[in-house]
């Protein structure tokens, strides 16, 4: 390097470290500021993972909408977690975060996959956190619904067990050669397809991975066809697994689509809950009466374990579609309609929500009212006695003059006002309410929390795959601290929108040593 370039400057491994680690100092700095001057509640999400080294790590991401209306996401910590990963020890460890982090009283919610450990670290959690959090923290946990979308998928998959073995096995047994790949390869030629430079194979335990499997299959089913036929040396699927096949990619892809809408960590995807989870269950209703024998046995298995989890749907994100004003408490009377009939259940279930709703509403609106009343106080005396007397005649005046309407609350003249009727496939969400905070402050308010809720944990396992590539088989004896450094760094300075400005925090994180 020095003979192409002889003021170059070699930099050591330490030199590299210490200006990673000097990195995520500032990050942590501009993140705490970003939090502490947050005036709304934070949603997390949160997973355990093991390293090839076997270390358990445990992922902690904070997502929030801020004053702006821009959701954003942090990943706040990765932490060595050590064994065994007990509800307690993971109860400490989120804890001990919240606290590092100041952020005991924005707590809203938590989601988790579904693992007994995680069941009991929430119980742990509650019972410390209830005097800090709205009714006593009972509304916390949120499971996540790509995990429940997940075993629902797989509990189908067995059905057709030994039909997935036969196409896995197919496609294996051509991927693993090259010269059999070049057979199909002439084959896809003289049907007018294009060539492939490998085959899919399937993660078994990731249901979406087994669907790509079997579409690409479907795809390519006339030349594999052909290559069984040529070859002799291979059983591919019989034409009645070819059959169920087809069924199930057909019968999958709405539980596609909304593991796609569950596993978005760039938007909120929370008011989306109710739409997706009633879709699957429709569907499944509809396929127990009508349809092959196949996919009958398949949607009445898959209905026990839909059951199981979503008999009664989580309430937090039921009430996250009421702020969809596309949606709001229409759109949860049509579809418990739908599933529980014209009789009382569904009108009792209605209810019920629409008595949390009011719970919550009168929750917000007090601690709004307190927030003014604090932010008035804080102010100078001088200034206070200026203003107080035309205030005073203002709101007499007000009282006076205005009509009954007016006397509504925010949640009445909102739940009132007709559903937005538009066909945007993308609708800004976020923006109707910025646009409507002025109108609505309670409301817009409680919208930034309930939005921000986190319909599966994807945001956290997502972490998993950088932290990955950074302790491989060759890196190993990598310390815990600079993997944390390095996952929180490429998360907050990353190439994404609502990443931190680096250049922008370049004096900060230069004196992040001192």
């Not at 990765?78 to 005991?104: C, M, N, R």
Request: neutral net charge.
């Amino acid at each position: 390097m020095r003979s192409l370039r002889p003021e170059y400057r070699s930099v050591g491994r330490q030199t590299v470290r210490e200006d990673c680690v000097a990195v995520f100092k500032a990050g942590c700095r501009v993140a705490l500021a970003e939090l502490e001057g947050l005036d709304s509640r934070v949603s997390f999400t949160s997973d355990i993972w093991t390293s090839s080294a076997n270390l358990g790590y445990l992922c902690l991401t904070a997502h929030w909408i801020d004053n702006e209306f821009q959701f954003q996401k942090r990943i706040i910590a990765f932490k060595k977690i050590p064994y065994p990963h007990t509800g307690q020890a993971v109860a400490d460890l989120v804890e001990k975060l919240w606290s590092d982090w100041k952020l005991e009283d924005k707590i809203f919610s938590i989601t988790l996959d579904n693992s007994s450990v995680n069941d009991l670290a929430v119980k742990f959690l509650e019972s410390r956190l209830s005097e800090k959090m709205l009714f006593g923290a009972s509304h916390m946990h949120m499971r996540c619904s790509a995990h429940i979308l997940n075993l629902i998928a797989q509990e189908g998959m067995k059905l057709i067990h030994t039909t997935l073995e036969n196409i896995r096995e197919l496609l294996r047994h051509i991927g693993s050669s090259g010269s059999r790949l070049q057979v199909l390869n002439s084959i896809l030629d003289e049907l007018k397809l294009s060539p492939k430079k490998g085959l899919a194979l399937d993660c078994p335990t990731r249901w979406n991975s087994t669907l790509v499997m079997i579409k690409e299959a479907l795809v390519l089913k006339g030349a594999l066809k052909r290559y069984v036929n040529d070859q002799g040396s291979i059983k591919g699927p019989s034409p009645e697994e070819w059959n169920n096949a087809e069924d199930m990619a057909t019968f999958l892809e709405p539980f596609l689509d909304a593991t796609k809408t569950f596993s978005s960590v760039r938007r909120p995807s929370s008011h989306t809950y109710i739409k997706e989870v009633w879709t699957i269950r429709r569907l499944l209703l509809l396929e127990n009466h009508k349809g092959s024998a196949i996919l009958r046995e398949l949607a009445l298995r898959m209905q026990r374990k839909f059951d199981k989890y979503w008999q009664n749907p989580n309430l937090i994100l039921t009430l996250a579609t009421i702020f969809d004003p596309r949606y709001k408490l229409i759109f949860l009377a049509f579809c418990f309609k739908k599933a529980y009939g014209e009789g009382h259940e569904a009108n009792a279930r209605l209810d019920d929500v629409r008595d949390w709703l009011k719970k919550y509403y009168e929750e917000y609106e007090k601690a709004c009212m307190d927030q003014d009343s604090s932010v008035g106080s804080s102010q100078g005396e001088k200034q206070v006695s200026r203003k107080r007397k035309l205030d005073e005649e203002f709101a007499q005046f007000k009282s006076q003059n205005l009509d009954l309407h007016s006397t509504m609350s925010e949640l009445e003249k909102y739940m009132q006002e007709k559903p937005i009727d538009t066909d945007e496939e993308n609708f800004d969400i976020l923006q109707f309410w910025k646009q409507n905070s002025g109108l609505y402050p309670t409301l817009a308010k409680m919208a930034r929390d309930f939005l921000s809720v986190q319909a599966s944990s994807v945001a956290s396992e997502s972490a998993f795959s950088a932290a990955g590539r950074l302790t491989d088989h060759l890196r190993t004896s990598i310390n815990s601290e600079t993997i944390e450094c390095l996952v929180c760094s490429k998360d907050w300075f990353g190439p994404k929108e609502e990443a931190f400005d680096l250049n922008k925090y370049l004096p900060l994180i230069q004196k992040s040593d001192q």
